[in-house]
């Protein structure tokens, strides 16, 4: 088998593939990356692995591949053995709607917040912040949250299971797993709102593949 690095970028999507890694049983080499303390950019060392210089990267043998969902469906499908992914029908159908959801769908208004949260926490003339304030709060309240609002009521409605897909892990749930715990510990909603989802949370992350990507990795999300 070609051997795998895991270029891995702390409390970034990152962790879903060190996860998946965990619970392929692969052997694979981990090289850590820092963010830059001021700007939580990734490290530019990042850049000498793939020119785009996020996280996370993962290569195997000589040949470098990129992007969460990607990654996720290559490693299932090369070394899955029909484990983490349905095969046909509805299901598959509903597996690939889900893994594109993520990415697409859910993580632009979280995006959105996060940037439009350093906006009011940056340092700027007295007299612009409440200009800079007033303009996050009106996105805030005309996208962000009716977006995050809207997305985590879906995935709620979407959960009829123990998981995303049936009663057994796929890799939808790791792929779904950084927005949604961005979503509900960033996401400004109710501790007693979403109980499917924070009970679905709370199932993954008592997973051994998952904690020993915390252990090796850090937490998802800061």
Same mark, same amino acid.
């Given at each position: ?11 970034? +999507?990152?962790?879903?593939? #060190? ?26 060392? #990042? ?35 029909? +484990? ?5 029908? =509805?299901? #598959? ?19 959105? +917040? ?42 709620? @409605? @979407? ?8 009663? =057994? ?15 509900? @510990? ?37």
């Amino acid at each position: 088998m070609a051997s795998i690095t895991l270029h891995h970028l702390e409390t970034s +999507r990152s962790h879903r593939i #060190l996860w998946m890694l965990e619970e392929l049983g692969l052997d694979y080499e981990l090289k850590r990356y820092r963010r830059d303390p001021k700007t939580m950019r990734a490290d530019p060392a #990042l850049k000498k692995v793939h020119p785009l210089g996020k996280s996370p990267v993962l290569s195997v043998g000589e040949r470098v591949l990129y992007e969460s969902g990607a990654i996720l469906e290559y490693l299932v499908d090369e070394y899955g053995d029909g +484990r983490f992914r349905p095969t046909s029908g =509805e299901d #598959l159908l509903r597996y690939r709607a889900l893994m594109h959801f993520a990415e697409a769908s859910m993580m632009p208004s979280l995006l959105v +917040r996060l940037i439009f949260n350093r906006v009011r926490k940056a340092p700027l003339p007295f007299f612009v912040k409440p200009i800079s304030r007033k303009i996050a709060d009106s996105v805030d309240e005309t996208f962000t949250q009716p977006e995050i609002d809207r997305n985590l009521a879906f995935l709620e @409605e @979407e959960l009829t299971d123990d998981h995303f897909i049936g009663d =057994e892990l796929t890799a939808a749930d790791i792929q779904l797993s950084y927005p949604i715990e961005a979503a509900l @510990e960033r996401g400004n909603v109710s501790a007693s709102a979403h109980p499917k989802l924070r009970a679905w949370k709370a199932r993954v992350e008592a997973r051994p593949a998952y904690a020993k990507a915390v252990e090796l990795g850090g937490p998802p999300v800061p």
